[in-house]
């Protein structure tokens, strides 16, 4: 069955509530899509909530701020629910009961973000040979190589130390293009024999968390727009909700059949299929 494209203003007012991720929809990498701000209010002056679902390993604030400075209007949405969120939610009640008071955490994430663990009864270390977790919140890819990490990972592999993996997405978008994203990096560390818990998309229970969010909507009423067939079609899918495939993002420039054999490898089958975000 071919995808059926259409424009989002024509189905917009099939749906009670939105989810929609940022980068590939929203940001293309630090950049603002075109008409991508005009376009978001636009939908929310139908007067039914958008939350925005991102897998950023950051917090939900500098999440917010930072589409703020990029010209998106505040009351356009409801708020940032990012995997990076979730997983400082559950970090919180896993304090005292699977980690101990005060637990050494070797943090890998992007631009210094240290929100990870703020607030909580954990430290910060930088020697994997102390550490009783390490969190992947993000990927810094443009720095380094994958092989970089493979050293420590392997340090932590061989202690079995726990992982959490606060952004599952295996590619990211940078002023350079594509690149490896966190997601990818936690993947690594399963093939070197550790164990990874993953928080964000595709997985339920941030989908639990966002229709919460939104006042428990039915879920086939629920839109989720998103970039990637693994992530936001297929975790929109599997949370009973309907699903809207850009063509913007990672999968930029790929053909009809390109897209077909992606997310055919992924069981993912959008509802829809948008040329970009635009109402």
């Known amino acids: 069955m071919a995808f059926r494209e259409v424009n989002l203003k024509d189905v917009a007012e099939n749906f009670d509530a939105f989810l929609i991720d940022q980068f590939g929809v929203l940001l293309n990498g630090p950049a603002v899509y075109p008409g991508a701000p005009e376009a978001l209010a636009k939908l929310a002056g139908l007067g039914k909530p958008i939350l925005l679902l991102s897998n950023s390993g950051k917090r939900s604030a500098p999440n917010e701020h930072r589409l703020v400075q990029r010209g998106f209007a505040r009351d356009a949405f409801l708020g940032v629910l990012s995997s990076g969120e979730a997983a400082h939610f559950a970090l919180q009640e896993s304090v005292g009961k699977t980690l101990p008071h005060g637990a050494k955490v070797f943090l890998i994430a992007r631009d210094e973000d240290r929100s990870a663990i703020d607030g ?160």
């Not at 913007?248 to 390109?258: D, K, N, Q, V």
Request: a negative charge.
């Open 120 to 279: 909580l009864d954990l430290s910060l270390t930088d020697q994997m040979n102390e550490a009783d977790l390490l969190l992947i919140a993000g990927s810094e890819a443009e720095q380094y190589k994958l092989e970089h990490y493979e050293a420590l990972l392997k340090i932590a592999a061989e202690r079995l130390v726990p992982c959490w993996c606060s952004n599952p997405d295996k590619t990211m978008l940078t002023k350079a293009g594509p690149m490896y994203g966190a997601g990818r990096i936690a993947m690594l560390y399963e093939k070197l024999g550790g164990q990874v818990a993953w928080f964000g998309k595709p997985h339920p229970p941030i989908y639990q968390i966002a229709l919460e969010k939104l006042g428990n909507p039915m879920p086939s009423k629920v839109l989720c727009i998103g970039d990637s067939p693994e992530h936001d079609v297929r975790g929109g899918q599997d949370a009973g909700c309907a699903t809207a495939l850009v063509r913007t993002g990672i999968h930029e420039g790929a053909t009809l059949a390109g897209l077909e054999a992606i997310c055919a490898q992924h069981k993912a089958r959008p509802d829809f299929l948008l040329s970009r975000f635009a109402f």
